[in-house]
């Protein structure tokens, strides 16, 4: 991949940057700034290079037009904290404010721009209309510089078509993200224990199919496990379900057995009557989930047995909480998970924005873990062998 130094002097020179600054919010509050932290030594190192920096990103899943509670103002404004410097903020990404506010960087200034996903062209399946929003970003810009590494699985303007438009680099953060992820394709130490879990549903379920040629063993928590429990044919009441997806499950069971790989399913559930934390909440056997009751935590019976299937690992790959660890009577699971990485000998790496932070919340320390990775389906997809089109953009 082509880097930094291969963009020559920059000195006065507009340089776009795509980052993942997409952090868990409370309102305005960022709850977690891990990857923002993670974003810094490459806008540093730019700004130390004399460049123009211009800093794009996404917060969230807003449908192509902005929302409030999407904008990126609070992120700015931690940059800022973080880098002791002022960060400029276009209230636009392409439109007016943003060319102001990048005419009006100095050397070594920086300016983040408004949500990337408040424009319809970002995420746009059709190539015109992506090609036609990158266009535009690409003319508030001399060069292009790739660190979002959270996004790198994502065919999206800023990740992809932008980079077919300039000079570009893949920034610190995703050589680095790489560098460790290949350790856990090349030959892993073995047994190889896969933990999935969060609520990206229909994102992540896919990479069980190409995980069950490389994994011995994948342990299913989180928002994942009710499509698993429902597909063995018991009731999972309001939890998080895909429905249509309930065959491919079945399958991918199937195919586990013939091929030896254990997949290990909660035995029991924190069930709960509304997503609150004041829900009231009972654990309840994993086959009999109440109709009117919703799964929001592995049970602690089930975070043995997932600790006792971690003990023994040589390697370990875990993306998303095992329940909505953002709520105390929901984190014990993701606490068992991450306390159980915390005692195996294995080389873990965790991966995935709210994985992180929930290790982080839980008052786990980073360097009890091999690797924390900004990027959760990215870096599953680079696991699954699969290839990323925000990487490949950056060989040629
Ligand atoms: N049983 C569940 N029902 C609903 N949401 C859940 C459940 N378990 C975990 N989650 C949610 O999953 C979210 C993280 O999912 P995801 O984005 O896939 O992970 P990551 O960001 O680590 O890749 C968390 O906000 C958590 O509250
Ligand atoms: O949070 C992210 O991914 P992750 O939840 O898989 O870690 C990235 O910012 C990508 O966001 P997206 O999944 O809305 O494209």
């Keep these: 991949m082509l880097t930094i130094d291969d963009l020559g002097d920059l000195r006065g020179k507009r340089v776009l940057v795509r980052s993942d600054l997409n952090v868990p919010l409370d309102g305005t509050t960022i ?7 993670a974003s810094v030594p490459t806008i540093q190192r730019l700004r130390d290079a004399g460049a123009r920096v211009v800093v794009c990103a996404h917060l969230g899943r807003p449908k192509g037009a902005p929302e409030d509670r999407y904008s990126l103002r609070p992120v700015a404004s931690r940059l800022g904290e973080l880098l002791g410097a002022p960060v400029a903020f276009a209230t636009d990404t392409v439109g007016d404010s943003g060319r102001d506010v990048v005419a009006g960087l100095a050397d070594g200034d920086v300016a983040v721009l408004e949500n990337l996903r408040f424009n319809p ?26 660190d979002g590494f959270g996004v790198v699985h994502r065919k999206q303007a800023s990740v992809v078509d932008v980079a077919q438009r300039l000079p570009h680099a893949a920034g610190g953060l995703v050589l680095a993200e790489v560098e460790v992820l290949k350790r856990l394709t090349v030959d892993p130490a073995r047994p190889y224990v896969v933990v999935l879990g969060g609520s990206k549903v229909s994102d992540k379920l896919g990479v069980i199919e190409n995980l069950l040629g490389t994994a011995d063993r994948i342990l299913v928590g989180g928002g994942m496990v009710f499509t698993f429990l429902k597909a063995q ?38 069930a709960a009557t509304a997503f609150a934390a004041d829900a009231e909440h009972d654990v309840v056997p994993a086959d009999a989930i109440p109709a009117d009751r919703l799964g929001l935590d592995i049970g602690p019976d089930s975070g043995r047995l997932f600790a006792s299937r971690l ?13 909505v660890f953002e709520l105390e009577p929901f984190s014990h699971g993701t606490r068992a998970v991450a306390q159980a990485l915390v005692d195996s000998d ?36 680079y696991l699954e062998g699969k290839t990323l089109p925000g990487l490949t953009v950056l060989d040629s």
Aim: charged share 25%; aromatic share 6%.
């Design 31 to 37: 709850t977690d700034d891990g990857r923002i932290r």
């Design 121 to 146: 062209g970002e995420t746009s399946k059709d190539d015109a209309e992506r090609g036609a929003f990158a266009d535009q970003l690409a003319e508030l810009a001399d060069a292009f510089v790739s």
């Design 233 to 270: 044919g018991h009731e999972v009441g309001k939890s998080l379900l895909e429905e249509d997806q309930l065959d491919t499950v079945r399958g991918y069971l199937d195919s586990a057995r013939e091929r030896g790989v254990e997949i290990v399913l909660p035995t029991d559930v924190v």
């Design 311 to 323: 003990a023994d690992a040589s390697t370990v790959f875990w993306n998303g909480p095992m329940g």
């Design 346 to 381: 294995a080389f873990s790496v965790v991966g995935g924005g709210d994985s992180a932070a929930a290790v982080r919340t839980l008052g786990f320390d980073e360097g009890a873990f091999g690797h924390i990775s900004t990027g959760g389906g990215a870096s599953l997809e």
